[in-house]
C-alpha cells in the first residue's frame, strides 16, 4: 500500500508541453510496477506509460515519441513528460502503483492497484 499525489496538470494549446509528478510515500517493496493512466469524459480509462522497477517502459501507440515517463526512486516520484500535445490528451491524468509486481507492461485499470486522485490536462488550439 502507497499514497499517491499527481501534480503538474494544466491548459495548454495545441503542441505545448506539461510535465506531470508523481509523489509517493514511499514503500519497502523491492519490485514495483508504476503507471499513469488517463480518462477523459464519457471514455474509458486508459493505459498512457509504465515503468517497473527494473526500468522497463512501456508506452501506449499514441503517445509514443511524444510522451517519457521516468521515476527518481531517491525522492519517489514518478514522472510524465509530455510534448507536442493534442486535444486528445485531454483527460484526467491519473497515476498507478502495483506493489510486488514487475514487468506490468500497461495493465487494465481494473487490475489491483494504488491510486492517486489525479491531475487535469487540457489541450487547446
Known amino acids: 500500500q502507497v499514497q499517491l499525489a499527481e501534480s503538474g496538470g494544466g491548459s495548454v494549446e495545441t503542441g505545448g508541453s506539461l510535465r506531470l509528478s508523481c509523489a509517493s510515500s514511499?514503500?519497502?517493496?523491492?519490485?514495483?510496477?508504476m503507471a499513469w493512466f488517463r480518462q477523459a469524459p464519457g471514455e474509458a480509462r486508459e493505459g498512457v506509460a509504465s515503468i517497473d522497477s527494473d526500468g522497463r517502459i512501456t508506452y501506449e501507440q499514441s503517445v509514443k515519441g511524444r510522451f517519457t515517463i521516468s521515476q527518481d526512486n531517491a525522492a519517489n516520484t514518478l514522472y510524465l513528460q509530455m510534448n507536442d500535445l493534442q486535444p486528445e490528451d485531454s483527460a484526467m491524468y491519473y497515476c498507478?502503483?502495483?506493489?510486488?509486481?514487475?514487468?506490468?507492461?500497461?495493465?487494465?485499470?481494473?487490475?489491483?492497484?494504488?491510486w492517486g486522485q489525479g491531475t487535469q490536462v487540457t489541450v487547446s488550439s
Open positions: 498507478a502503483a502495483r506493489l510486488g509486481y514487475r514487468n506490468c507492461g500497461i495493465w487494465q485499470p481494473k487490475l489491483a492497484a494504488d
Open positions: 514511499g514503500h519497502t517493496y523491492s519490485s514495483w510496477c
